[in-house]
């Protein structure tokens, strides 16, 4: 019996290996999605019931779950050299110069791209990976072992026979462009459910794929690592008595080992052969879905390697050739500034269009004062745009030959800088320590006072969804909104002056804000926007206080004991409330019916018994409906979470459940319970 559990288990997971191959070093996937979840969850199954055949280099060990205190500093066997670098064709043809002064007449040299990620260095003995060290400081480099294992596109074991029975390869741990937008999608989406602002979003998101690649390596928790994933070209083959003369023989084995090399790489017989390469992929690199910074040009054979040695830092047989970053100049036609919700002001380059690195760019920002400062952009400018390992294009300078020579910088001045709100003429601020100004007029600020207000209809604070921005500009404009408190005052004459209202969407406009009268406190205080409060701890606020009048009197101390609420958030709070338009504003909602005490139901109905723990709850159920399970998380001391991640405690699975979130759930190991679980737990 355990012999056949033992096979069984040595059988699906070699299966699932030569899936992860397919799907990940070769891109010809030959099963579906759904199918390999299947795989991978029967093997799951009968390792957690069988532990003593799970080995370490088990597909199951891909969905990470080692969590370290440190990495241990381990020492290369052969140290990591960098690369010399060069920018132009001459460089090129200088090293290619040194080569044939130093004796080689005929050789060949390897052109490979240069990814740009975090280089690593992997050990395998006996066709097993053994060790994932960081390059560190080229002698001594993290162990990373548990976070590599979760990289699909790497190998636990190799394929084959014939590779040598210990060797190292090298290569270029990468996040994909594609995962970069898709992770920085689903952050945005939670900051703003989260409730921060654009500048707070704009610091918290993922900067490039580089850096992304290189924060993920360096979780200490392997789970994480392996919801990010990361992928990883591999370049350079090293040990004793390799069965190989050359480096591109060398990747090609590696290849049929079922090592990742990229097809992208050619052997070329002289300099000619390189420029050639370095041409075609200055375009053709941007089609890729990995950052590439440049080309690296080796000598092929290991013998005139060997015969070329070293420098103090790096190899004489081979060199980098950096690409110019994307890079146009165009004329600055004006400057705006952008007054966001918050009031923050963010100057705003527009330029006459132009074509880079296959987009079309109008417009770039300029961040702030300082910047426009260091610059020194003036209207008439031509400036040099480009884009670099971010999406974004960037001003990097003027190009100050041309000022004075076109059409309008005859004359030109200096910029600047607007001193008073281009929305509300208020005088800006900048607080100390800070770049950016700021339009104080919170209350009177136009795009501030919009933005308020869609914010507290918004799905998550009042779900007004009849009110939507658009409308909201029009009553605004039309003078019959001017703060959230208005919004309870409105009569459906008002509304029928409004363009395109009609009676039927006035009524619906008049019962929505009706029922929102019933929205519970916590999402009241969510809504009303203080800042820095987003929905969590508008929760929590609700639930310490239980009512806004001991909120309000609350002093810093107080507020300091709420889990979460640090000295900024509690400043904002007191602030919030010291001001007299507030207290006005707050005193209109609460005459208009708005609930600001938590209800009998859920002061009595509060306990501790699920505190700290996360679920997110998915599906159809048939006791209790979503949200009615969503409130006893929360009367529990819980946390409902939208997205799945390695932190997620539990799936609360009801019927016809999205595919996406079991599989998700499955992969990470979230335990998945039913209604019935949970009524237990919470009954206990
Ligand atoms: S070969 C002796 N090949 O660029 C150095 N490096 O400065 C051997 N890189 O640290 C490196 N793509 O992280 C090589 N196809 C490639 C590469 C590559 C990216 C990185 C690597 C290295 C740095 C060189």
């Known amino acids: 019996m355990s012999d056949s559990i ?26 579906s999605d759904f199918e390999f979840d299947k795989l991978l969850i029967e093997l799951i199954d009968l390792e957690t019931n069988y532990p003593q055949y799970l080995k370490s280099d088990s597909p199951s060990q891909r969905v990470g779950g080692q969590v370290s205190k440190e990495f241990k500093n381990v020492k290369h066997k052969y140290p990591m050299l960098s690369l010399g670098n060069t920018y132009n064709e001459e460089d090129l043809r200088d090293f290619d110069e040194r080569i044939k002064k130093a004796g080689l007449t005929k050789f060949e040299y390897v052109c490979e791209l240069k990814y740009d990620g975090v280089s690593i260095s992997l050990t395998y003995v006996d066709g097993k990976l053994t060790q994932a060290v960081t390059r560190g400081d080229g002698e001594k480099g993290d162990d990373v072992t548990a976070n590599v294992k979760t990289i699909r596109s790497i190998p636990l074991r190799l394929r084959g026979e014939n590779y040598p029975r210990e060797f190292e390869i090298r290569g270029e741990i990468f996040m994909p462009k594609s995962e970069f937008i898709r992770i920085n999608e689903e952050m945005r989406n939670q900051l703003i459910e989260d409730g921060y602002d654009e500048d707070e979003i704009a610091e918290k998101l993922l900067k490039n794929p580089r850096n992304a690649a290189s924060g993920t390596l360096k979780q200490l928790d392997s789970k994480a690592v392996a919801e990010r994933r990361l992928d990883c070209y591999l370049y350079s083959l090293l040990g004793e008595n390799l069965p190989v003369e050359s480096h591109y023989e060398s990747l090609q084995d590696a290849g049929k080992w079922g090592l990742k090399v990229s097809a992208d790489m050619e052997k070329v017989s002289s300099i000619e052969g390189v420029i050639k390469y370095l041409e075609k992929w200055d375009k053709k690199r941007h089609t890729l879905n990995v950052e590439t910074d440049g080309v690296v040009i080796k000598v092929n054979s290991f013998e005139h390697q060997t015969y070329l040695g070293f420098t103090a830092k790096s190899p004489r047989w081979a060199i980098a050739y950096k690409f110019k970053a994307a890079r146009v100049s165009t004329i600055l036609e004006s400057i705006s500034y952008q007054v966001g919700r918050t009031g ?5 380059a527009n330029l006459k269009p132009v074509q880079l690195a296959g987009t079309t760019v109008k417009r770039a920002s300029l961040h702030n004062a300082d910047i426009v400062e260091k610059l020194d952009v003036r209207v008439g400018d031509t400036v040099f745009v480009e884009k670099g390992g971010e999406i974004i294009p960037k001003i990097i300078g003027v190009d100050e ?38 339009c104080p007029n919170e209350l009177g600020c136009p795009p501030q006072v919009k933005g308020k207000m869609e914010h507290f209809v918004s799905r998550k604070a009042m779900n007004i969804d009849s009110l939507g921005a658009e409308t909201i500009a029009q009553l605004y404009d039309a003078g019959l909104l001017h703060s959230i408190a208005d919004i309870y005052e409105l009569k459906k004459y008002d509304l029928l002056k409004i363009d395109r209202m009609a009676e039927k969407s006035a009524n619906n406009l008049l019962a929505g804000i009706d029922a929102s009268k019933g929205v519970p406190f916590e999402r009241v205080l969510f809504a009303i926007g203080i800042r820095h409060i987003g929905e969590t701890t508008a929760k929590k606020l609700a639930y310490y206080f239980k009512n806004i009048d001991s909120l309000k009197n609350a002093t810093l101390e107080q507020l300091l004991e709420v889990g979460d609420i640090g ?47 996360s679920f997110v709850v998915s599906g159809v159920f048939s006791k209790f409906s979503r949200d009615e399970l969503k409130k006893t998380i929360e009367q529990n001391g819980g946390k409902n979470v939208s997205a799945i991640s390695g932190k997620t405690n539990y799936l609360l699975a009801g019927e016809n459940m ?15 319970i039913s209604e019935d679980d949970f009524i237990k737990m919470v009954s206990t």
Do not use: M, W
Not at 419 to 435: D, M, V
Not at 658 to 672: F, Q, R, S, W
């Open 6 to 31: 033992k096979h069984k288990i040595a059988e699906l997971s070699h299966k699932i290996e030569e899936h992860n191959y397919n799907y990940y070093v070769l891109s010809n996937p030959v099963i």
């Open 344 to 348: 923050a002001i963010t100057p705003v």
């Open 401 to 438: 030959k041309k000022r004075g020579h076109d059409l309008f910088s005859e004359s030109s001045k200096p910029t600047n800088y607007i001193t008073h709100c281009p929305e509300c003429n208020t005088k800006l601020i900048r607080n100390e320590g800070e770049a950016n100004h700021y």
């Open 567 to 613: 000295e900024r958030s509690a400043q904002t709070i007191i602030d919030y409330f010291a001001d007299n338009r507030i207290g006005k504003i707050l005193e209109k909602l609460k005459k208009a019916g708005l609930q600001f005490e938590l209800s009998e139901e859920q002061l009595t109905n509060t306990s501790e018994k699920l505190k700290d723990i």
């Open 658 to 672: 999205g595919p996406e979130k079991l599989k998700k759930a499955e992969k990470l190991g979230v335990p998945i």
